[in-house]
């Protein structure tokens, strides 16, 4: 394939899951929104073979023939999966050429916002207009490959969001996927609230896995109350319904903690937003840790804003926008 550029920048959305988490990896329904953040690649070539990666404070250089071995080694920090990226992405097109690479984030990593998977996206996007290339189902399975160096087991759910952007269902269905675009409310708007907690997706999707191993029965009976309340979601966002999305979505909390993957924090932020007139709020992504959103009605923003004054928070609409050459 011929090079058509020395330089490229793309960026992608970070996202919240507004249903469904977890269950989603067992083949249940999830319902994710791309929101304002965005994660920004930007590249250009080297006339050497060494790959210099800036990330988050991080700043590594590797040439592109030892970066196979970060494998073996195994990864130290969160710039070392993204080198395997790099190298697959080139691989794809027979390219083998360094690069300078910067990566800029508009959110925290480890937010619980979908910043692996925007990370990867972003960058494999980058590489593919290189070439002039922008073929999302390619750049899916790219990112899904990313997912899985980064954590084993993953649904596929968050590299579909930071591709497609907007508001979509998504269900896995052995080795492919059903993404359904729903309409949304422009205006609407969700306040995110950090925890401060930082949480390791792998390590989450691990402990859930090991419960549905030791008590497939409860499981079983908790993943069915996840699809009800996702199904009944739907319903109610396309009624614009939003008192109704409020109580599922503290529904949905209550379910998840009961699944054991919330925290003390994430119990009280959310019960903190309950008592300050959101409609509903509960954690999102793999939980542990990472992040809260808060459904709330006009009348309630400045309530919100001002109780939650002393915590790192944002207020977001849905962003249609996925993947994007900057
Ligand atoms: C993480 O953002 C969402 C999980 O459901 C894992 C996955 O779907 O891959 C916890």
Redesign the pocket.
Known sequence: MKLLKVYSRASAPTKI?LFG??F??YGKP?ILAAIEKRIYSSINIRNDNSINLNINNIHEEIDIDNILLLKDKGFTNLAHPLFIVIYDTLMRFNARFGLNVKIDSDVPFGSGL?TSSAASASLITTIFNLFGMFDKEEIFSLTLNA?KLIHNN??G??PAISISGGLIIFRKYDDNKMIIPLEYDKELEFMIVYSGEERI?GK??DNVRSIKDKNPQLFEIFANKSEEITQDAIQALKNKDYALVGKLMTKNHELLNRLGVSSQTLNRLVEHALNNGALGAKLT??GGGGSIIVLFNADNRNRLLEAFKGNKIFVTKISNNGIKIE
């Open positions: 899951i988490e977890h989603v990896v999830a979908g997912e993953p649904s759910a968050d997706t989450m999707v992504g793999a």
